[in-house]
C-alpha cells in the first residue's frame, strides 16, 4: 500500500503544479532560452520593420557587433497588412544612434536566425540615440539570402542558364579563330595601339569632357535665352515658309540666268579678250604719266588758277603743250615736227609707222 500511496502522492503533487501554472504558462516561446543575453534591469523596446521576417521566432537573440544584447519579444504583422514588425528588448547600456539599421542574419549556414542593430554607414543624426519605443522603418532593414534561394538560382543556372552553353560557345570561338590567327593578331594590336593613344591622351579627353560640360551649364543657365531666341525664330521661320514658293521660283530664275550669262561670255569671248588687249596699250601710257596726270587734271578744270600753276601762264593765256601720238597705221610726222622748242622728243612707239 505504500507504495501506492507514494504514486498517488506524486501524481497529485504535479497536478497540483500543472494547476497553479496553467494560469501563467502561455506556449513554449514564453519560456526564456538557457544562455540568453542580459537584458539589464532597464531595457528598452524597439519595433523592427520586415519586409519577411523569414523562420524568425520569439526568444531569437539580437545582436551588435556580432555580441547578444537582447532578444525578441514577439513578431506580429504590421498595420499595413504587408510587413512583419519584430518587437526587440534590448540592454539599456547599449547605445544606438536613431538612425540605426537592423538585418536579419542566420548564425551559420543552417543555424538559427537573429537580429543584427548595428549604426548606418553613414551617420545623419549621430548626437541622438535610439530610444525606447522607436521604430525602424523597413527603408532600414533587410535580410540576407536563404540557403535555399541560393541553390535554387544555381539550380536554375546549371540547368537552364548559360553553363550549358559554354562548349557550344567554345566550339564556335575556336572555329572562327582557326586560320585567322595574324587577323586576330593584327585586331589586338590595333586595339592595344588604340588603347594606349587613349591613355596618352586622356588629360586632352578629360579637357573635352570638361569643356562639354562646361558649355552644357552654360546652355542651361542660359535656357531662357536659348528659348526665347527659338521663340524670336519663329516668325522667320513662318515667312520663309510662306514665301516658299516665290523663293524657288527665284532660284530657278538665277539658274536659267546663269545658263544665259554662261552663254553670252562664251560667245562674246574672243570680242572681250581683242578689247582688253586693245585697252592695253592706252593702261600703259597712263601707267607712264605716273605723277604728272593727276597733277594736270588738278590745274584743267580750277579756275581762277591756283599760285602753283601761275609761273605756267603766259600774258593772258595759259601755255599748254600736248604730244599727240598717231595711232598705228596713220602717217608720222618727220622727227622734231610738231615740237615746242625746249622740249625732248618723245620715241615713238613700237610698231608705228
Known amino acids: 500500500m505504500r507504495p501506492l500511496r507514494r504514486v498517488t502522492a506524486l501524481a497529485a503533487g504535479c497536478c497540483l503544479v500543472l494547476t497553479a501554472c496553467s494560469g501563467e504558462f502561455k506556449g ?15 531595457p528598452y523596446h524597439v519595433t523592427v520593420q520586415f519586409a519577411d521576417v523569414l523562420d524568425l521566432v520569439p526568444q531569437a537573440a539580437v545582436k551588435v557587433g556580432d555580441v547578444p544584447v537582447g532578444r525578441v519579444q514577439t513578431i506580429r504583422l504590421g498595420s499595413d497588412g504587408w510587413t512583419a514588425e519584430a518587437v526587440v528588448e534590448v540592454n539599456g547600456d547599449v547605445v544606438l544612434p536613431a538612425d540605426a539599421v537592423a538585418r536579419l542574419r542566420q548564425s551559420s549556414l543552417l543555424g538559427e536566425k537573429f537580429v543584427e542593430l548595428a549604426a548606418p554607414d553613414k551617420e545623419t543624426n549621430a548626437s ?23 541553390f535554387g538560382a544555381l539550380s536554375l543556372l546549371l540547368n537552364g542558364g548559360g553553363i550549358g552553353q559554354l562548349q557550344t560557345i ?8 582557326t586560320g585567322n590567327e595574324t587577323q586576330i593578331r593584327s585586331f589586338l594590336s590595333g586595339v592595344n595601339t588604340l588603347a594606349t593613344d587613349l591613355d596618352a591622351h586622356r588629360q ?4 573635352a569632357l570638361e569643356g562639354v560640360n562646361q558649355l552644357a551649364t552654360t546652355l542651361a543657365d542660359r535656357d531662357k535665352q536659348v528659348s ?3 521663340t524670336d525664330l519663329t516668325p522667320g521661320l513662318r515667312t520663309l515658309t510662306d514665301q516658299r514658293t516665290q523663293l524657288v521660283a527665284m532660284l530657278t530664275s538665277l539658274d ?8 553670252v561670255i562664251h560667245k562674246s569671248k574672243d570680242d572681250l579678250v581683242a578689247d582688253l588687249r586693245a585697252l592695253a596699250p592706252i593702261l600703259h601710257r597712263l601707267a607712264d604719266a605716273g ?3 593727276p597733277k ?10 591756283t599760285d602753283a600753276v601761275i609761273p605756267a601762264i603766259k600774258g593772258d593765256y595759259l601755255n599748254v603743250y600736248l604730244s599727240v601720238i598717231p595711232a598705228p597705221g596713220m602717217p608720222l610726222p618727220p622727227p622734231g615736227e610738231g615740237t615746242p622748242p625746249g622740249l625732248p622728243v618723245l620715241p615713238l612707239p613700237s610698231g608705228g609707222q
Open 228 to 230: 526665347g531666341a527659338l
Open 256 to 263: 536659267d540666268l546663269s545658263g544665259v550669262a554662261t552663254d
Open 128 to 150: 541622438a540615440r535610439l530610444a525606447d519605443n522607436a521604430v525602424i522603418p523597413v527603408s532600414r532593414t533587410n535580410r540576407n539570402p536563404e540557403f535555399e534561394e541560393v
Open 291 to 293: 605723277a604728272s596726270l
Open 28 to 42: 513554449v516561446y514564453d519560456l526564456p532560452l538557457p544562455g540568453g543575453a542580459d537584458v539589464g534591469d532597464h
Open 204 to 207: 586632352d579627353i578629360t579637357a
Open 296 to 305: 594736270a587734271l588738278e590745274i584743267l578744270p580750277s579756275f581762277p588758277y
Open 170 to 177: 567554345n566550339r564556335e570561338l575556336s572555329k572562327v579563330m
